[in-house]
């Protein structure tokens, strides 16, 4: 099964203003000055590159940035941004990079838009295969908020609502797949807007044992991107491997 929804093509022409709503557009600089830390002034691979948000930043710090993305939306907005960053269409769960990075990032819970377990241990082996021998892979995932779906569906509000926004997330739970199948209804003036998102999700645990599958093994775990404890209450986690070989 693969994810019949293509998140960029559908989020594109809204992406910077959702992006901004939803708190993340706010955090760039501190996300950036994380993985800055992890490259060291090398290069830099951003699975599902989008619209430059991280990139384009990280580049203008010295980072040699390229980036794949299977939405070509996503990355004429790219484009339109830098032309600093070499970017490609191409799926992040099956790729091969003649190239060696310092630093594979996969980051705003793009890993769980590969909806089955082979498609994300592959991801997974082919990010291994792109690190060069000092190279680290850092993921963002959101730690799963599974109570309040025993009973198969929730509606929540989503992490920001002011007064000009409210957005709703309606979710249905598909538990033998681990995946949500959620419709956002973002509700903005007098507009409403559908979008509807696949999802996977994965716990840390699982995720570990994933990347131990393919030869990495985790080295370092936050709760935030300044470096804040992850813990029992943390609601997502930037987990950071490297090659298990070493
Ligand atoms: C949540 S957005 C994150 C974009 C960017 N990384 C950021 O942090 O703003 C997910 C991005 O991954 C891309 N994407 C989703 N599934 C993909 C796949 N299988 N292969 C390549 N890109 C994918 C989408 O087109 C979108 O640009």
């Known amino acids: 099964m693969s994810n019949e929804l293509n998140y960029g093509e559908i989020y594109a022409p809204i992406y910077e203003e959702y992006t901004t709503v939803q708190g993340m557009v706010a955090e760039v600089d ?13 290069s ?13 930043p990280l580049s203008e710090r010295g980072v040699k940035v390229e980036g794949i993305d299977n939405s070509p939306r996503m990355l004429a907005l790219l484009a339109k941004r830098t032309d ?13 990079s003649e190239q060696r990075y310092s630093m594979v990032y996969c980051v705003y819970c793009t890993f769980t838009l590969l909806v089955t377990r082979e498609a994300q241990i592959e991801c997974l082996r082919s990010a291994a295969e792109a690190l060069d021998d000092e190279g680290v892979l850092v993921i963002e995932l959101d730690v799963p908020g599974l109570n309040p779906l025993v009973g198969g569906q929730k509606t ?14 309606v979710t249905v739970h598909d538990p033998l797949n681990q995946n949500l199948v959620s419709s956002l ?10 979008l509807p ?18 030869g990495l093994e985790l080295v370092e775990r936050w709760g ?7 813990t029992e209450r943390s609601e997502r986690h930037i987990s950071v491997y490297r090659r298990s070989s070493l």
């Open 30 to 42: 501190e996300t950036v000055a994380f993985l800055e830390r992890y490259c060291g002034g090398g």
């Open 44 to 56: 830099a691979l951003e699975l599902g590159i989008g619209d430059g948000r991280l990139a384009a």
């Open 84 to 96: 600093l960053i070499k970017a490609w269409q191409g799926d992040i769960a099956r790729f091969k």
């Open 197 to 214: 998102q696949r999802t996977r999700y994965v716990y840390h645990q699982e995720l570990d044992t994933m990347a131990e599958c393919v």
């Open 156 to 169: 929540t509000t989503s992490r920001l609502v002011d007064h000009e926004n409210t957005i709703l997330n």
């Open 224 to 230: 935030d991107w300044s470096q804040g404890a992850f």
């Open 185 to 194: 209804l973002w509700f903005s003036g007098t507009s409403v807007r559908r």
